[in-house]
């Protein structure tokens, strides 16, 4: 008996530890309301270590109490407790003298049975005597899509040296919304520089490279005086130092490499003289990221020389690849499997949706350069006759072979027979027919795009993108001109205009250190059907 008593005793105390939500009835869909807090809201000459807010249910804290802001930032963050309808937040140092405290509690707390969230809820205090009370209003948008950036952090900080973002925490900061907008709220009088950061380690500042930044060209005094609503463009700075960012060996002889900064020039050379052939690779200006192909017989172990240049600076990298385990072994962590080898050499043919315009080329696409020319062996194949193929033209890294379109009928095939390409691993193709058409005349359009440019001296570069987010057409333009495109394929096209200051041919991003904003981008509101 007494042990049945004691099971009895454990089963209650267990139902006791832990919460359950309650079943049956309709759904709530009401968040959590707050009933009563200590201080009350509002509350000045504030001297006390937590805040203790009472609600009308159970809730619990989705995140840990990590979606909890106070601003301005303390250096230790305040410790967050959950107790049944209760959420205690007790403060680990002292706060400020004659300073107002924000608390926003975001999304952190939710209801118990159905998770509603409660919606943004500020609890304000004071230390002094008095609530300020001044607030800004903003916008974030990422400055090359112009879409709008949630969760970004707004800082304000009282002094305006350059150093602030790196080294100091800001005195007031909020959050935006998924619609990109901003407030924050119960600031003290005064001169204030402001920024916004993407934080990506949480630590209120600008410490990591690919941490999106944006600020303001002039201070902001908040005073009886309207404030202006700043607008703020975020943009991933460019690197300061060049960095090899990936290095990848793909079977049997396929390298790809990512810099930080497209480098001015650069060059690949084996470290080891048992390579057969001469590597191959296609490089040019702008570009940060290279492939390169390793010709002949694969290797236990790769080693590869990778120089780049950037003004009178070189770098240089020795890479070294375990050919023969990558070749042998893919797959997560902890998995290891034979991988089928590539056998053959893939091919595919370009074209929009199944047709060309008269005025394409034909593309015929391979998996990895070829080394020998075999297009005298392909045919154009008609309804009622077949043609030899023309001669066409390699690319530079030899991965694309282009075809002029025979002027005989509107549909045809291309017969590309087993065995008519080599690449540099020894691989043939197996035989391809694609089928191809062409676009009748009265199936493509022409655009009139009308540009208008008030500016002596812009200059901007007007691009053409395709539904798959692929620039089709680019034009330069600095003046007030009508720009034609002809011979469009049917689609949905978007167009974005760059207002290119530097006149480098491409979008430039911004530059905190030098206090240079990003180039502007203008997006037509809508697409062009």
Not at 133 to 146: C, E, K, P, R
Not at 261 to 278: A, E, F, L, R, T
Not at 416 to 428: A, E, S, T, V
């Amino acid at each position: 008996m007494k042990q049945l008593w004691a099971a009895i005793a454990l089963l209650v105390l267990a139902a006791c530890a832990s919460r359950v939500p309650p079943t049956g009835g309709d759904v709530d869909k009401n968040p959590p309301e707050v009933l009563s807090s200590n201080p009350p809201q509002n509350t000045t000459n504030f001297t006390g270590d937590r805040i203790v807010l009472e609600f009308n249910e159970y809730v619990e804290l989705k995140d840990g109490g990590t979606g909890i802001i106070v601003s301005p930032p303390m250096a230790t963050p305040p410790e967050v407790t959950l107790k049944g309808k209760s959420v205690t937040l007790k403060f680990k140092q002292k706060p400020d003298e004659n300073t107002t405290y924000n608390v926003t509690f975001g999304k952190s707390v939710t209801d118990l049975t159905e998770g509603n969230q409660l919606v943004e809820y500020p609890f304000v205090f004071s230390t002094g005597e008095v609530l300020d009370s001044f607030q800004i209003t903003g916008y974030l948008v990422d400055a090359y899509t112009n879409q709008a950036v949630k969760d970004g952090l707004v800082l304000l900080y009282t002094s305006t040296e350059d150093s602030l973002p790196y080294t100091t925490l800001p005195r007031y900061f909020a959050r935006s919304n998924a619609s990109g907008i901003y407030t924050v709220r119960n600031i003290k009088p005064g001169t204030y520089r402001i920024l916004a950061l993407q934080d990506g380690n949480s630590d209120y500042k600008y410490t990591l490279p690919d941490e999106k930044i944006a600020f303001g060209n002039d201070l902001i005094e908040l005073s009886q005086s309207n404030t202006p609503i700043p607008e703020f463009r975020m943009f991933t700075a460019r690197p300061k130092t060049q960095k090899l960012l990936k290095k990848k060996f793909d079977p049997p002889g396929k390298v790809s490499l990512k810099y930080a900064i497209p480098p001015d020039n650069w060059d690949v050379k084996p470290y080891q003289s048992d390579i057969q052939g001469s590597i191959l690779y296609n490089f040019k200006p702008g570009m940060d990221s290279m492939e390169v192909w390793i010709p002949g017989k694969p290797l236990d172990t790769l080693k590869l020389i990778s120089t780049v240049s950037l003004g009178d600076s070189l770098r240089y990298d020795t890479l070294i690849f375990n050919a023969k385990r990558l070749s042998e072994s893919r797959g997560g962590k902890g998995m290891q499997r034979k991988s089928a080898p590539d056998t053959s050499l893939k091919i595919s043919v370009e074209s929009f949706a199944g047709k060309l315009r008269s005025s394409d080329s034909i593309l015929v696409k391979f998996s990895a350069p070829v080394l020998e020319n075999g297009g005298s062996n392909m045919q154009f194949q008609f309804p009622k006759d077949t043609t030899d193929v023309p001669p066409g033209r390699w690319s530079a890294n030899r991965m694309t072979y282009a075809l002029a379109i025979p002027a005989k009928q509107n549909e045809f095939s291309l017969l590309i027979p087993k065995g008519n390409f080599q690449d540099l691993f020894g691989r043939k193709n197996d035989t391809t027919l694609a089928k191809i058409s062409l676009f009748t005349e009265e199936e493509l359009g022409n655009l009139d795009f009308s540009f208008k440019n008030d500016s002596l001296d812009g200059s901007f570069i007007l691009e053409m993108i395709d539904k798959a987010g692929k620039v089709v057409e680019t034009r330069k333009v600095n003046r007030s001109e009508k720009i034609k495109f002809k011979n469009m394929s049917p689609g949905s096209y978007s167009f974005r205009l760059i207002d290119d200051l530097n006149k480098d041919g491409r979008w430039t991003s911004g530059d905190l250190a030098l206090r240079r904003q990003p180039e502007k981008m203008y997006y037509l509101a809508q697409p062009i059907n």
